[in-house]
T-cell receptor, first 112, second 115 residues
């Protein structure tokens, strides 16, 4: 089947710290992989995506690389800011059909 | 970029009443829209797939008679929670979009509270 496993939170970091949120997946075929961010009280916003193995998605200082050999798509940022505080969801979408499968989300709090 | 508008952003209703949530694609046509439900501190769970001009496809365990979905046009899908109960209180989010290289766009969500 298809599933996404994310590291459990919550995660609390000091400003300018390095961030890693682990994400691994199980999928049939070759899915596309996504990271979405949800700020308090809001819907999901696409942060970055990768559609094939070895692709690197990047946006706003965040990046993640599609690793087929380890079935992973870990999210990283070199220096987090207070404004990065949110819940981050890793997701996959099969290339046949359009359904998304989400991880459970990781809450990040960045303190000044 | 693509924009999906969801309305209302929050609603409080009494038990036994029905609530309608709208999901609109503002600058593109969406033959398929998805409805998700998010419980507190949990991930999004797909409830149903809404197809323009045909019946929605519901996920296992979702009551189709309770969560009525209508996708009457290429830009509008509605979710009606019928005879709402407090356990229906949740955050409901729709998504639309398409194409292999395109991440689906999500609405801003609707927080439903049933009292």
């Amino acid at each position: 089947g298809n599933s996404v496993t994310q590291m459990e939170g919550p995660v609390t970091l000091s400003e300018e710290a390095f961030l890693t949120i682990n994400c691994t997946y199980t999928a049939t075929g070759y899915p596309s992989l996504f990271w979405y961010v949800q700020y308090p009280g809001e819907g999901l916003q696409l942060l970055l995506k990768a559609t094939k193995a070895d692709d690197k998605g990047s946006n706003k200082g965040f990046e993640a690389t599609y690793r087929k050999e380890t079935t992973s798509f870990h999210l990283e940022k070199g220096s987090v800011q207070v404004s990065d505080s949110a819940v981050y969801f890793c997701a996959l979408r099969r290339n046949t059909g359009n359904q998304f499968y989400f991880g459970t989300g990781t809450s990040l709090t960045v303190i000044p | 970029g693509a924009v999906v508008s969801q309305h209302p952003s929050w609603v409080i209703c009494k038990s036994g009443t029905s609530v309608k949530i709208e999901c609109r694609s503002l600058d593109f046509q969406a033959t398929t829209m998805f409805w998700y439900r998010q419980f507190p501190k949990q991930s999004l769970m797909l409830m149903a797939t809404s197809n323009e001009g045909s019946k929605a496809t519901y996920e296992q365990g979702v009551e189709k008679d309770k969560f009525l979905i209508n996708h009457a046009s290429l830009t509008l899908s509605t979710l009606t929670v019928t005879s709402a109960h407090p356990e229906d209180s949740s955050f409901y989010i729709c998504s639309a979009g398409g194409g292999l290289d395109y991440g689906y766009t999500f609405g801003s969500g609707t927080r439903l509270t049933v009292v």
